[in-house]
């Protein structure tokens, strides 16, 4: 059985396979966390838009789990590129977190300089500061940019991969390039869960539509992060690994595919951050 629990990156670090996100969990985003952490889970997926890093350093604190066993993500938002605060967005990442160093920073789209933010984060990996570095929501002429630009190559790139959007060209570039990829959305902002396909799958193995669809990824080599504050469901998202989907129910999902992004548009306005300093501070 492949049973991938953890990715190994082309800097040596493991990563986990699945982690849980936090992207509007808001007010259930250290309960969230404390759950997810009890069960097993040691990826967490956060950034400084969603207005919760204070809460998931809580929820860490809380949990008394070594740090080195944890692998925290966080990542650079689109106004701190645009207005030159690369450095000082991090560190104040790093001061919500309550931790010392960031497992993954990401930059979370590629808008303004990235070149630029990409130099300031290899300096602040050089201090120790992060550990890893990747992207988020990049495509294949951005990564060859930042390829043919970087003295560190990013390590992971967080996409929006379900079974409608499987960005396969992307993820086949990323693979050739050791860029493991990673999966927000994993469920398509909820679409998932009504697709006859999958609810045949989901019957026929005694199993969720989210537990195939994250067994899915995982036989994909991709890295998810599904967001749930329900206990329940982050204890269901956990459990993919007691059974592998065969060729043929691989097939039949990757024939969903429409080719296109469904769940969420790239960026092209910049939300002000300012909601998000308060609500973490």
């Not at 689109?78 to 207005?83: F, G, K, S, Y």
């Not at 989907?245 to 002000?272: N, Q, R, V, W």
């Amino acid at each position: 059985m492949l049973n991938k629990k953890q990715f190994t990156l082309a800097d040596e670090r493991v990563m986990p396979a699945i982690g849980i996100g936090v992207y509007r969990s808001r007010k259930l985003t250290q309960k969230s966390v404390e759950t997810a952490l009890s069960l097993g889970y040691r990826l967490i997926d956060t950034a400084a838009i969603y207005g919760n890093e204070y809460a998931v350093g809580c929820a860490i604190k809380a949990s008394g789990i070594p740090r080195e066993e944890l692998f925290v993500t966080t990542k650079l938002w689109n106004n701190d590129q645009i207005m030159g605060d690369q450095r000082a967005a991090c560190l104040a990442s790093l001061d919500r977190l309550g931790l010392d160093y960031i497992d993954l920073y990401l930059i979370h789209w590629p808008v303004g300089d990235y070149l630029k933010s990409w130099k300031i984060m290899e300096q602040l990996y050089t201090s120790g500061r992060i550990r890893s570095l990747g992207v988020s929501n990049f495509t294949i002429p951005e990564l060859k940019n930042l390829l043919s630009h970087c003295e560190l190559y990013p390590m992971v790139n967080q996409l929006e991969i379900h079974p409608f959007c499987q960005q396969k060209e992307l993820r086949r570039f990323c693979t050739e390039n050791e860029i493991q990829c990673e999966a927000w959305s994993p469920f398509c902002r909820g679409r998932i869960f009504n697709h006859p396909v999958l609810q045949k799958i989901a019957e026929k193995r005694n199993k969720t539509i989210a537990q195939i669809v994250l067994r899915w990824d995982n036989q994909n080599d991709v890295i998810a992060i599904p967001q749930a504050v329900d206990p329940k469901l982050i204890e269901n998202n956990f459990q993919i690994f007691d059974f592998e989907l065969s060729d043929a129910e691989m097939a039949e999902i990757d024939a969903l595919d429409t080719g296109k992004a469904l769940a969420f548009a790239p960026m092209e306005t910049y939300e002000s951050v300012t909601a998000v300093k308060n609500a973490n501070n």
